[in-house]
């Protein structure tokens, strides 16, 4: 829906966030540091902190056999897998359905001690973007998650501490063709997937607790996230 007062800054935010990553590492500007690697998954951030609290963005790659973009930001986006994958979640509402491809969030995430109890409420869309370097290639996908206001739930009112977070994960799907006249199956696709995150706490945390529970939070979320994915879709028809 382009008529929704959300659609300028959606716009805005996707071709931003979507640049950015296609961006490789090196171009993205300095001071990456790898912090985590497991197989195919690389996962970069930047040390950063605003008015003393901890904003390290990240920045993973992945690859991942046997599943599309579509299929990955398909189970990211739709909120009825979400408790399946997000570990962290306490609550999640859907305040706002602005069409099928555009959503608000409002969720709450487990406490991590000490710091007190976070939630987050942010618009979510998903869009289809034609491939450019391959015109008759699979498109890319990508899902974009930004913190905004919402006139029920005005931030830091109630128990909760309101984050502030941008989230970009896009993927493209590259197929192997099969010999010359044998049925495409899912040994055939591979899906390169870049998830983007910037998370402010939105209120005083400690550093070295909360640069320990990304340490630790991101890369369990990914591979579970991946993992998820492709058990949903294993024996399913291909979405592309
Ligand atoms: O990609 S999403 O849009 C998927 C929808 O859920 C998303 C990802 C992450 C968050 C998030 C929000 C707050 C916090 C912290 C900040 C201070 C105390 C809680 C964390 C901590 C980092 C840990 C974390 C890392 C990865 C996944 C989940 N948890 C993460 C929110 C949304």
């Known amino acids: 829906a382009t008529n929704h007062r959300l659609w300028p800054e959606i716009e805005r935010m996707v071709e931003a966030q979507v640049m950015m990553a296609k961006m490789g590492i090196g171009e993205c500007g300095s001071g990456w540091q790898l912090f985590a690697e497991d197989g195919e998954m690389k996962m970069y951030r930047r040390e950063e902190e605003v008015d003393g609290m901890v904003v390290d963005p990240l920045k993973a790659v992945h690859v991942v056999k046997g599943i599309t973009g579509h299929e990955v930001c398909h189970h990211f986006f739709s909120p009825q897998y979400r408790y399946d994958w997000e570990t962290t979640l306490e609550h999640?509402?859907?305040?706002?359905?602005i069409s099928d491809d555009t959503l608000v969030f409002l969720q709450t995430h487990k406490r991590i001690?000490?710091?007190?109890?976070?939630?987050?409420?942010?618009?979510?869309h998903?869009?289809?973007l034609p491939n450019e370097k391959d015109r008759d290639g699979p498109d890319i996908w990508t899902v974009?998650?930004?913190s905004t206001d919402h006139p029920d739930y005005p931030p830091n009112n109630g128990k909760c501490?309101?984050?502030f977070l941008t989230v970009?994960?896009?993927c493209q799907t590259t197929v192997d063709p099969p010999k010359e006249g044998m049925p495409l199956t899912r040994d055939n696709l591979s899906c390169k997937i870049t998830y983007c995150s910037v998370v402010n706490p939105g209120g005083w945390a400690p550093?070295?607790?909360?640069?320990?529970?990304?340490?630790r939070e991101y890369p369990k979320f990914?591979?579970?996230?991946?993992?998820?994915?492709?058990?949903q879709t294993q024996s399913k028809p291909i979405m592309f």
């Open 92 to 97: 999640m509402t859907v305040l706002e359905t």
């Open 113 to 124: 001690w000490p710091a007190s109890q976070r939630d987050g409420l942010f618009w979510s």
């Open 126 to 128: 998903i869009r289809k």
């Open 144 to 146: 974009v998650n930004n």
């Open 161 to 163: 501490v309101r984050v």
């Open 168 to 170: 970009c994960l896009l």
């Open 207 to 215: 550093a070295s607790v909360l640069r320990a529970v990304y340490k």
């Open 222 to 231: 990914l591979k579970r996230f991946t993992a998820y994915v492709k058990n």
